[in-house]
């Protein structure tokens, strides 16, 4: 094989090796971001469209007792297990700049989170005592996390089921952990400088930037609620 023939052949590999490399880097910032912001506003949409048509209540009570049943004190009904897979909440995170809004969906599986952010599945719901815990992407899939190191003690992390408005203040900067460390998600908190139970909120994503091999956590506590119908929290103003 000749010299010229030899460098003809590596040329053609290295510009065919370029072309896959750019394909995946349009891939990776462009196309997951056009894939994800369809798929996030398709799970708005449904979220509002649930709320405007009250399905957010809890379920209905049991049956009444029967005529010869002693009468007990009524009790509120459980509220609705969040369904697997679908979106149940919006998170806004104003220090992350008007407009960022994305939706929360049961679970943390690789395709929920193509649609927006999930829930740790067996966490604490929004707004109870115990840790309400949230994962996302930090970059790709439209990027939803990707300021996280911006967090500093006292933002606000603000959250609705459609019928309140649950306003948490974050107590540090965020902290870097391996993807090992699953307590960062417990009841309360390891490393969280929380020092009972409490209404909790962690929010978790990847790092570096572009990689995965630690994680970013973030703490936050309960700081207020309301009824949607008093309007927005003053947390989007401050």
């Known amino acids: 094989m000749s010299v010229r023939l030899i460098v003809r052949t590596f040329s053609e590999l290295c510009i065919t090796v370029g072309a896959v490399i750019v394909l995946f880097v349009v891939y990776v910032l462009f196309w997951t971001g056009v894939k994800a912001q369809g798929a996030t506003e398709g ?6 469209d649930q709320w405007a048509q009250g399905t957010v209540s809890a379920p209905a009570p049991d049956a009444s007792p029967t005529p010869d049943a002693s009468p007990t004190p009524s009790t509120p009904p459980a509220p609705a297990a969040y369904r697997d897979g679908k979106p149940f909440a919006m998170l806004y995170i ?17 395709r929920t989170l193509r ?8 966490t604490a719901r929004l707004g109870a005592t115990g840790n309400f815990a949230v994962a996302g992407h930090r970059r790709t899939y439209g990027d939803p996390f990707k300021d996280f190191p911006k967090l500093r003690q006292g933002d606000a992390v603000v ?3 459609g019928t309140t408005w649950f306003t948490y203040r974050i107590d540090k900067k965020p902290y870097r952990t391996v993807p090992s460390d699953t307590g960062v998600i417990d009841p309360v908190p390891r490393k969280s400088g929380f020092d009972g139970p409490g209404r909790y909120l962690t929010l978790t994503t990847c790092d570096p930037e572009w990689g995965s091999s630690h994680r970013l956590i973030a703490w936050a506590h309960l700081d207020a609620t309301q009824p949607v119908t008093d309007g927005r929290p003053t947390a989007f103003h401050s």
């Open 43 to 48: 799970q708005i949409d449904t979220l509002r």
């Open 94 to 110: 104003p220090r992350f700049g008007k407009g960022w809004e994305w939706p929360v969906l049961e679970n943390t599986e690789v």
């Open 115 to 122: 649609r927006g952010l999930g829930h740790y599945a067996g």
């Open 159 to 161: 959250l609705t089921d």
